[in-house]
Structures are given as C-alpha cells and as structure tokens.
C-alpha cells in the first residue's frame, strides 16, 4: 500500500472524463486499496480515481460520522446514478483538490446508485444523507465535473485565480 499524491486545481486531469473500467484485477485492487490510504491520511471522506491523476471510474468513501463510529469504507467500480429524489438538501461541501475552500452546494436527498464492488459484484442501494452527497461529489469527478462548478461564476473564478496562483508560486 501507499500514498498517492493529490492533485489540486487546476490540474487539467481534475476536468477530464474518465473510462469505464472493464475488468477488476490487481492493479484495479492496488489503486483502490492506495486510495482508501490516501484518502483516511488527508483525511477526506471520498476520493475519486482522477484525484490521484488516473482517469479511471473508481470512487472510494467512508462517510462513518462519529470518530468513535467504526470505519465504514466503500469502493465503488463504475458507479451510475439510476434514480435520484425530487428533495433537495443542501450541504456544505469541500473537495481535497481545492483545499480549504467550502461552499452550499444543494443535491438531490436521496439516491439509488449502480456500481461493481472489488468483487466485480452488482450492487444496487440506496443512499441519503452525507453519503448521498457524498457518492454525487464522487460521481461528478468522474465526469470532471467539481463542486465548484455548481457556485458563482465570480466565486468559482475567484477560488480558481488563487490556486492557479499558488501553483505558479510552486513552479517559480
Ligand atoms: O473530504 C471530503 N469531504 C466532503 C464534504 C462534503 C461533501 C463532499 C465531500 S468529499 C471530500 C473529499 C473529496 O474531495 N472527494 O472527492
Ligand atoms: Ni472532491
């Protein structure tokens, strides 16, 4: 197992869609095992494959609330959202590739998703609350789609101006 690094933006691989994975092998297995490492050392909540610049469909979570609750990790291969609730929420979101930025971003409440599991096995559930939104956060990367992009333009271009800054700094 090891730490992938996590690409912020404007990473132009955080943009691009990805492709359906078509078989869950070792290497398939070491990505995601190196992504539930990445994403508990960040610490985040979820991860997607394009955070760590492959651009594969593959999500992981674990959105156990209390610190005391025990681990509850998820990985998901392909995930398709197949029905979403007319209820919306709105939650504050963050995303480990723009670090220390927040904003209200308003979801469907409850969704039911589609994916393979490591064991290439056809699941179907349905999920609300954090998860929910997290799973749609996940979803949206791998179709290069950020959080930000559902903020103001004069917001999500304010936010996008400081981090191309800092990574100018960084090449400087
Ligand atoms: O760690 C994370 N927290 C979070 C909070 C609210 C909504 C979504 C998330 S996902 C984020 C980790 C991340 O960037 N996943 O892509
Ligand atoms: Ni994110």
């Known amino acids: 197992m090891s730490l992938r690094q996590i690409l912020l933006i404007p990473d132009k691989r955080l943009k691009q869609k990805t492709e359906m994975v078509s078989s869950i092998n070792k290497n398939e297995l070491a990505l995601i095992d190196d ?27 674990d959105c156990a ?17 197949i029905w979403t609730s007319e209820e919306m929420r709105t939650y504050e979101e963050g995303c480990l590739s723009i670090p220390d ?3 209200d971003v308003t979801r469907p409440e409850k969704i039911k998703v589609r994916y393979l599991d490591e064991k290439s ?4 559930r349905e999920a609300d609350g954090l998860l929910a939104t997290c799973i749609q956060h996940e979803i949206d ?12 333009r004069l917001k999500r271009e304010r936010i ?13």
């Open 65 to 81: 609330k209390e610190e005391d609750e025990k681990p509850d990790p998820i990985a998901m291969i392909n995930p398709e959202i």
């Open 35 to 61: 992504m539930f490492e990445t994403m508990y050392d960040a610490p985040g909540i979820g991860l997607a494959a394009p955070q760590v610049g492959i651009l594969s469909k593959i999500i992981v979570m």
């Open 141 to 152: 990367h791998l179709e290069g789609k950020l959080f930000i992009d559902y903020i103001s």
């Open 160 to 172: 996008t101006k400081k981090f191309q800054k800092l990574a100018r700094l960084e090449r400087a």
């Open 101 to 103: 930025f927040f904003a």
């Open 121 to 124: 096995k056809l699941i179907e």
